[in-house]
């Protein structure tokens, strides 16, 4: 039997147009998200080096992270209304490099506001990079390859966690604003990567600009199963967004704070692996809400475990393992939106969730903080309850009830 990787990569699993088109979309996103994910860490090693202040870099993250959640539903409104969806998708793209230079030149040289403005509007931008190319996917991918697709497309989140930070973290020893600025060329290709792809419009085009522009957020909360994994995923998120941070203390009381990066790189590791094995092997679309949830309390549980060992590398595999069911969760739920939403607000729920999931994860970061004075061991148990609780209580909820599926119908999928 071939190996998940060969199963994933074989020409034979699609035509070759549907196959090089599907290889130049991920080769642009993970430019884009390389770039999303090391800003995190790059704004933050730029504020310590001009204001030696570790506060003004998280006030940086937070006002590129945070307008993910505000600007979603108009980002997924206007891609879904586009004539050439590719050109608003890389437009957006384009304003987020642009935005995400400023800092080099204006941060310890302007007033602190006038930085985080324009990091505001990259962060307007940010949907666009996440929940707006992924609903995209699956019209290009082919007839029959969109769980192949997604669980691609999730693994390239997976690689650009490791690939972001490490870029970063290789350019700012000799100068963190060259960091920065290879960021911003990693996301300008991506926005010139999209430009060269078809994108299917969608059927709105004919419709007014101005109507429509919470529709998405009227389906996640009109249709039962889009409602709960929404839920689910952002509820989650709020304990995982702090795992960067226990990894950190968890690191320190085992005396060898230098192994942050190494729990972080398995975790990312594991995911990656997740995303293939999904691939290889991927569960039929409707099943995909339950595993949605259940994955997600899948993540949770090797983190509580954690909680219990005095043994870093022990600790380092439940991270691992943790990671490991990560790549399922993110296919998954790719699917099951683009299974349960109208094509016609597709990009729309996309992007709201994704915006949700980025908010959770920056205010789970910031409860972290707060979180300072207990022991590693609680803190890693607080991250863990999240998607623990979020998974089971989703897992619950759709126990009893039919399936649903695009605009609120009931089975047939």
Same mark, same amino acid.
């Given at each position: 039997?071939?190996?998940?990787?060969?199963?994933?990569?074989?020409?034979?699993?699609?035509?070759?147009?549907?196959?090089?088109?599907?290889?130049?979309?991920?080769?642009?996103?993970?430019?884009?998200?390389?770039?999303?994910?090391?800003?995190?860490?790059?704004?933050?090693?730029?504020?310590?080096?001009?204001?030696?202040?570790?506060?003004?870099?998280?006030?940086?993250?937070?006002?590129?992270?945070?307008?993910?959640?505000?600007?979603?539903?108009?980002?997924?409104? /206007?891609?879904?209304? *586009?004539?050439?969806? #590719?050109? $608003? +998708? @890389?437009?957006?793209? !384009?304003?987020?490099?642009? &935005? %995400?230079?400023?800092?080099?030149?204006?941060?310890?040289?302007?007033?602190?506001?006038?930085?985080?403005?324009?990091?505001?509007?990259?962060?307007?931008?940010?949907?666009?990079?996440?929940?707006?190319?992924?609903?995209?996917?699956?019209?290009?991918?082919?007839?029959?390859?969109?769980?192949?697709?997604?669980?691609?497309?999730?693994?390239?989140?997976?690689?650009?966690?490791?690939?972001?930070?490490?870029?970063?973290? /290789?350019?700012?020893? *000799?100068?963190?604003? #060259?960091? $920065? +600025? @290879?960021?911003?060329? !990693?996301?300008?290709?991506? &926005? %010139?990567?999209?430009?060269?792809?078809?994108?299917?419009?969608?059927?709105?085009?004919?419709?007014?600009?101005?109507?429509?522009?919470?529709?998405?957020?009227?389906?996640?909360?009109?249709?039962?199963?889009?409602?709960?994994?929404?839920?689910?995923?952002?509820?989650?998120?709020?304990?995982?967004?702090?795992?960067?941070?226990?990894?950190?203390?968890?690191?320190?009381?085992?005396?060898?704070?230098?192994?942050?990066? /190494?729990?972080?790189?398995?975790?990312?590791?594991?995911?990656?692996?997740?995303?293939?094995?999904?691939?290889?092997?991927?569960?039929?679309?409707?099943?995909?809400?339950?595993?949605?949830?259940?994955?997600?309390?899948?993540?949770?549980?090797?983190?509580?475990?954690?909680?219990?060992?005095?043994?870093?590398?022990?600790?380092?595999?439940?991270?691992?393992?943790?990671?490991?069911?990560?790549?399922?969760?993110?296919?998954?739920?790719?699917?099951?939106?683009?299974?349960?939403?109208?094509?016609?607000?597709?990009?729309?729920?996309?992007?709201?969730?994704?915006?949700?999931?980025?908010?959770?994860?920056?205010?789970?970061?910031?409860?972290?903080?707060?979180?300072?004075?207990?022991?590693?061991?609680?803190?890693?148990?607080?991250?863990?309850?999240?998607?623990?609780?979020?998974?089971?209580?989703?897992?619950?909820?759709?126990?009893?009830?039919?399936?649903?599926?695009?605009?609120?119908?009931?089975?047939?999928?």
């Amino acid at each position: 039997m071939a190996s998940p990787v060969e199963q994933v990569t074989k020409v034979g699993s699609g035509s070759r147009r549907d196959n090089a088109r599907l290889a130049r979309y991920l080769t642009a996103a993970l430019l884009a998200r390389t770039a999303d994910e090391g800003a995190r860490v790059a704004l933050v090693i730029l504020a310590l080096d001009r204001t030696g202040s570790a506060a003004v870099g998280g006030t940086l993250v937070a006002t590129l992270l945070l307008p993910h959640v505000v600007a979603a539903p108009l980002v997924g409104a /206007l891609v879904d209304r *586009a004539r050439r969806p #590719a050109v $608003v +998708l @890389a437009g957006a793209i !384009a304003v987020f490099a642009a &935005a %995400l230079a400023a800092p080099v030149a204006m941060l310890g040289r302007a007033p602190l506001w006038q930085t985080c403005l324009v990091l505001a509007i990259a962060g307007c931008c940010g949907p666009a990079l996440t929940g707006g190319l992924t609903s995209r996917l699956a019209a290009l991918a082919g007839p029959g390859q969109e769980a192949r697709a997604f669980a691609l497309d999730s693994l390239s989140y997976s690689v650009a966690g490791m690939l972001g930070p490490a870029t970063v973290g /290789l350019l700012a020893a *000799a100068d963190p604003g #060259a960091s $920065v +600025l @290879a960021l911003t060329v !990693a996301a300008a290709l991506g &926005a %010139l990567g999209v430009t060269s792809l078809r994108l299917v419009a969608s059927t709105t085009t004919e419709r007014p600009r101005a109507a429509g522009l919470f529709e998405g957020a009227r389906a996640i909360a009109r249709i039962p199963d889009l409602r709960t994994i929404t839920l689910a995923t952002s509820f989650g998120q709020l304990g995982l967004g702090g795992l960067a941070v226990v990894a950190t203390t968890l690191a320190a009381a085992a005396q060898e704070p230098t192994r942050a990066g /190494l729990l972080l790189s398995v975790t990312a590791g594991g995911a990656l692996v997740g995303s293939l094995l999904w691939a290889w092997r991927p569960l039929p679309a409707p099943h995909a809400p339950r595993v949605t949830v259940w994955a997600m309390a899948a993540v949770g549980v090797p983190l509580a475990l954690a909680a219990a060992v005095h043994s870093l590398p022990l600790a380092a595999a439940l991270f691992a393992l943790s990671g490991l069911c990560t790549g399922p969760l993110g296919a998954a739920l790719f699917l099951a939106r683009n299974q349960l939403a109208d094509e016609t607000i597709r990009t729309q729920v996309f992007t709201i969730g994704a915006g949700l999931k980025v908010a959770a994860s920056a205010i789970g970061a910031g409860l972290l903080g707060l979180a300072a004075p207990l022991s590693a061991s609680a803190q890693l148990l607080l991250v863990a309850a999240f998607p623990i609780v979020a998974g089971i209580a989703g897992g619950l909820l759709m126990r009893r009830r039919p399936r649903s599926c695009a605009g609120g119908l009931i089975d047939p999928c």
